[in-house]
């Protein structure tokens, strides 16, 4: 790997960064706000539908200019967004733009590495790839949890500024700074001598040839697998974090500050595990690891058994890196087919459709659950649990991590059991 992936690595680590911290200092105004507890759902549902919204278009963007000038326009419209929201915005409004930037984005990212590299060096590329993005979570969330909690809150007070600020106002700050950064480090990533393809079709022809290329995604058996794991993984991961914060105040006794850090603790692993099958798997075995998805999927259900932080910690340490090993290889399978079949950009606005599309009915899904089945506080609720949830109610946290970790673990049995049919039939490899 020479200097100019990590350019491009290394500003997708900020901008990832910021996107992360952002979606923590957003809860936090929510909070300050005394939003109902499912605005906290809808913050990155609304987040995550502009992926499936802009999808048509977001692969022809993506191609028709130089993927490196791609990702600069889509920066200025996240940090147009995090403004938005530093000056009054509606928190879920303001994320919603951000959002907007991030999905034409990903196909100018994740586009920019297939041009770039040699197939043969995708499954690294992936795993150095989602190890920074699992990086950015990580810090991103650190960053964010520690920006909005007690201790920025004393840093405030010391400061004695002449003007009221809250920690949240304080924390999108900080994270303006950030996005500034990553454009800067977009201004030095090489232009690739690569065949540009112009936008002269409107949105109309965009949809069809865009329904066409997803069509053809899902009718290759490796595209449709690859590309069902994915879906799967991204809708469970996003949901993921929802679960996790919830499950760390109700079972751990843990402020939302220190919550956070369980969070960074499955990110530390989705890295781990990313790292791992970057090394030791090539793309020719990618469907190996599908039986780690069916692990993880059973011992997400075994959150409800623990109640020390230790163990929690190691629990979700475990999650990360099982999640992180399953999906390196079969999103870098993924991309090679898509960049066979149709080209980087189209390729990669399909994958994000779908994956979001994961995302958007998991996460809404969760939204339901806990707006009618949360209950109310017990009498006996303790101070954080009535500052946590007082305002919506105790979420239903047995039905929520049974029901997600059993759905995880079936739809990887199917899968995998999808995928030894095609073998079978000679139409898959191992």
């Known amino acids: 790997m020479d200097r100019g992936f990590f350019l491009i690595l290394g500003a997708q680590f900020l901008s990832a960064l910021a996107d992360n911290a952002l979606f923590i200092a957003a809860l936090a105004l929510l909070k300050q706000q005394l939003a109902p507890e499912w605005h906290l759902s809808m913050l990155l549902w609304c987040f995550t539908v502009s992926y499936v919204v802009l999808a048509p278009f977001a692969g022809s963007f993506a191609d028709s200019m130089h993927k490196g000038k791609a990702m600069m ?12 929201m530093l000056v009054g915005a509606p928190p879920i409004l303001a994320y919603a733009v951000v959002g907007f930037g991030a999905a034409a984005y990903s196909p100018a990212k994740y586009g920019l590495i297939t041009e770039y590299l040699p197939h043969e060096k995708l499954v690294e590329a992936n795993g150095w790839l989602e190890g920074a993005t699992v990086a950015a979570i990580i810090f991103g969330t650190v960053l964010g949890g520690f920006l909005t909690g007690g201790q920025a809150a004393a840093l405030l007070h010391q400061l004695n500024l002449p003007w009221p600020a809250t920690t949240a106002e304080l924390a ?6 950030i996005y500034l950064a990553a454009a800067w480090l977009n201004l030095y990533i090489p232009k690739l001598n690569v065949q540009l393809k112009p936008l002269i079709h409107g949105p109309v022809q965009m949809t069809k040839d865009f329904i066409v290329c997803a069509r053809r995604l899902w009718l290759d058996p490796q595209g ?12 469970a991961g ?3 974090r929802l679960v996790v914060l919830n499950w760390a105040v109700i079972w ?9 850090m369980l969070i ?28 780690a998805g069916i692990a993880m999927g059973m011992l997400v259900m075994s959150m409800l058994l623990i109640y020390d932080g230790t163990v929690a910690a190691t629990l979700m340490f475990i999650v990360g890196a099982l999640s992180g090993f399953f999906v390196v290889p079969l999103n870098a399978i993924l991309q090679h087919r898509g960049y066979l079949l149709m080209g980087a950009g189209h390729s990669i606005a399909v994958q994000n459709f779908n994956e979001n599309l994961g995302i958007l009915v998991m ?3 969760h939204a339901m659950l806990v707006k009618y089945l949360s209950t109310p506080l017990p009498a006996d609720a303790s101070a954080l649990l009535i500052r946590q949830f007082g305002s919506g109610g105790l979420p239903p946290m047995h039905t929520i991590v049974l029901g997600f ?12 059991v999808r995928h030894r049919r095609g073998m079978r039939a000679g139409v898959m490899h191992d």
């Open 172 to 177: 999108i700050v900080v994270i303006v700074a």
């Open 224 to 235: 449709q697998l690859s590309l069902a794991v994915t879906t799967l993984f991204w809708g």
């Open 252 to 260: 751990l006794a843990y402020s939302m500050e220190k919550a956070t």
């Open 363 to 365: 996460v809404g899904l």
């Open 238 to 240: 996003a949901t993921m």
């Open 73 to 84: 326009i889509c920066n200025g419209i996240k940090l147009a967004g995090c403004v938005g």
């Open 264 to 291: 960074a603790v499955v990110a530390f692993g989705t890295a781990f595990g990313a790292v791992i099958a970057g090394r030791f798997v090539p793309l020719k075995r990618a469907f190996s690891v599908l039986p």
């Open 405 to 416: 970790g059993l759905f995880v673990s079936v739809m990887m049995v199917l899968i995998t």
